[in-house]
């Protein structure tokens, strides 16, 4: 082979040689750059790491006091023992100045006793309980609601008070023959058990409001 | 002495010994002690008053056919009772039931009281306050004539925990 080819040849393999080096020195920088962003990456989300999670649920205790709206007419004259009737939230329940469940939640309410005024002077008498009320989908217990209505003229036995009396009667609308509740008559109520609320559905704090009045 | 002094002395001494006889309404009052319900339990406080009007008639209060008590008149008897609904009845020619919803901590007031029936008087529970109670000279009922155990509900109420 003559000088010419052997330089040539030589040449080639040189510039094979350049080639490799130079594919040698891209394959090392590729390598040293993924590192360094897969490095980056890493930090990157190291550093993106969320902050724990606060708690996020308020327990409404049991015993709170709660205001109900009674939301049907009802009659000593006809209404039935046993029968449901639909109440609703009146006042918002607060926690600590934040409101955590606004007013206008749902519920239901039981005639617990109705009797109609009869012979020989008997009076009509409805008794009225609150059973729960639908926050969130699930049911809160209410007890301590009774509304009792006597038909008689027992003047004495009016006990109409805001504040939740240890006794569970309430005594309202005195009048004789039939005893009638009208729909919007507000009642007191009390919490039966500590009900474990989300604050997401909660409003911000709001000044507490006191309206409503009790028929 | 002349006739009208002796009647008169005579009239005094009687009015003296029915005096002394009688507790006074504060002693009475007094009596009237209705304990705090036991843990987890309600109470439901049955009375009568002393008039005579239907004082013949009988004020037993039963529940599911057993007698709790009975109740004379001017007499009251206090019942334990767990959370929920009871049904409390009176007999005589006709039952009338109160329904009555006992809630833990609670106390609540049932008063018997006697109407006009076709043959005889009926009595008829009705619900009462703590005013009435307190308002009516009455003894406690004889603690032999009253069932030792608390009722239990007809319809049981669910757990309830009571905030502290």
Same mark, same amino acid.
């Given at each position: 082979?003559?000088?010419y080819?052997?330089?040539?040849?030589?040449?080639?393999?040189g510039?094979?040689?350049?080639?490799?080096l130079?594919?040698?020195?891209i394959?090392?920088a590729?390598?040293?750059? /993924?590192?360094?962003?897969?490095?980056?990456?890493?930090?990157?989300?190291a550093?993106?790491?969320?902050?724990?999670?606060?708690?996020?649920?308020?327990?409404?205790p049991?015993?709170t006091?709660?205001?109900?709206?009674?939301?049907?007419?009802?009659s000593?004259?006809?209404?039935k /023992?046993?029968?449901?009737?639909?109440?609703?939230?009146?006042?918002?329940i607060?926690?600590?100045?934040?409101?955590v469940?606004p007013?206008?939640a749902?519920?239901?309410?039981e005639?617990?006793?109705?009797r109609?005024?009869?012979?020989?002077?008997a009076?009509?008498?409805?008794?009225?309980?609150?059973?729960?009320?639908?926050?969130?989908?699930?049911?809160?217990?209410?007890?301590?609601?009774?509304i009792?209505?006597?038909?008689?003229?027992?003047?004495?036995?009016v006990?109409?008070?805001?504040?939740?009396?240890?006794?569970?009667?309430?005594?309202?609308?005195?009048?004789?023959?039939?005893?009638?509740?009208?729909s919007?008559?507000?009642?007191?109520?009390?919490?039966?058990?500590d009900?474990?609320?989300?604050?997401?559905n909660?409003a911000?704090?709001?000044?507490?409001?006191?309206?409503?009045?009790n028929q | 002495?002349?006739?009208?002094?002796?009647?008169?002395?005579?009239?005094?001494?009687?009015?003296?010994?029915?005096?002394?006889?009688?507790?006074?309404l504060?002693?009475?009052?007094?009596?009237q002690?209705?304990?705090?319900?036991p843990?987890?339990?309600?109470?439901?406080?049955?009375?009568?008053?002393g008039?005579?009007?239907?004082?013949?008639?009988?004020?037993?209060?039963?529940?599911?056919?057993?007698?709790?008590?009975?109740?004379?008149?001017?007499h009251?008897?206090?019942?334990?009772?767990?959370?929920?609904?009871?049904?409390?009845?009176v007999?005589?020619?006709?039952?009338?039931?109160?329904?009555?919803?006992?809630?833990?901590?609670?106390?609540?007031?049932?008063?018997?009281?006697v109407?006009?029936?076709?043959?005889?008087?009926?009595?008829?529970?009705?619900?009462?306050?703590?005013?009435?109670f307190?308002?009516?000279?009455?003894k406690?009922?004889?603690?032999?004539?009253t069932a030792?155990?608390a009722?239990a509900?007809?319809?049981?109420?669910?757990?309830?925990?009571?905030?502290?």
């Amino acid at each position: 082979m003559s000088f010419y080819a052997g330089i040539a040849r030589a040449t080639n393999a040189g510039r094979g040689a350049q080639n490799c080096l130079h594919l040698m020195m891209i394959a090392a920088a590729v390598a040293i750059t /993924t590192s360094a962003t897969v490095a980056q990456t890493a930090t990157s989300e190291a550093l993106v790491v969320p902050p724990p999670i606060p708690a996020t649920t308020i327990t409404i205790p049991a015993l709170t006091p709660v205001e109900v709206e009674v939301l049907a007419d009802l009659s000593s004259r006809t209404t039935k /023992t046993g029968q449901i009737f639909p109440i609703r939230l009146a006042q918002p329940i607060t926690i600590d100045g934040r409101v955590v469940v606004p007013a206008g939640a749902s519920g239901e309410g039981e005639v617990l006793d109705a009797r109609r005024s009869g012979l020989g002077g008997a009076s009509g008498m409805l008794m009225l309980i609150a059973h729960n009320l639908m926050i969130d989908g699930r049911a809160l217990r209410l007890r301590s609601m009774h509304i009792g209505q006597t038909g008689e003229d027992h003047s004495k036995e009016v006990a109409v008070s805001g504040a939740v009396p240890i006794v569970g009667v309430f005594v309202m609308f005195i009048k004789g023959g039939e005893t009638q509740v009208a729909s919007g008559t507000r009642a007191m109520a009390k919490t039966a058990e500590d009900f474990v609320i989300s604050p997401v559905n909660a409003a911000a704090p709001k000044p507490s409001t006191t309206e409503g009045t009790n028929q | 002495m002349t006739p009208i002094v002796k009647r008169a002395m005579l009239r005094a001494i009687a009015l003296c010994a029915v005096l002394s006889s009688t507790p006074s309404l504060a002693e009475d009052a007094a009596q009237q002690v209705v304990p705090a319900p036991p843990a987890g339990k309600g109470e439901v406080v049955f009375f009568r008053s002393g008039t005579l009007i239907g004082a013949a008639i009988s004020c037993a209060v039963h529940e599911n056919g057993a007698k709790v008590s009975s109740l004379p008149p001017g007499h009251y008897f206090v019942l334990a009772a767990e959370p929920g609904k009871h049904a409390y009845s009176v007999k005589s020619e006709a039952t009338d039931t109160l329904n009555v919803q006992v809630e833990s901590g609670e106390v609540q007031y049932v008063s018997c009281h006697v109407k006009m029936g076709i043959m005889a008087g009926r009595p008829v529970l009705g619900p009462a306050s703590e005013a009435d109670f307190k308002a009516k000279s009455l003894k406690a009922v004889d603690a032999s004539k009253t069932a030792p155990a608390a009722s239990a509900p007809t319809a049981p109420a669910a757990p309830v925990s009571l905030a502290q």
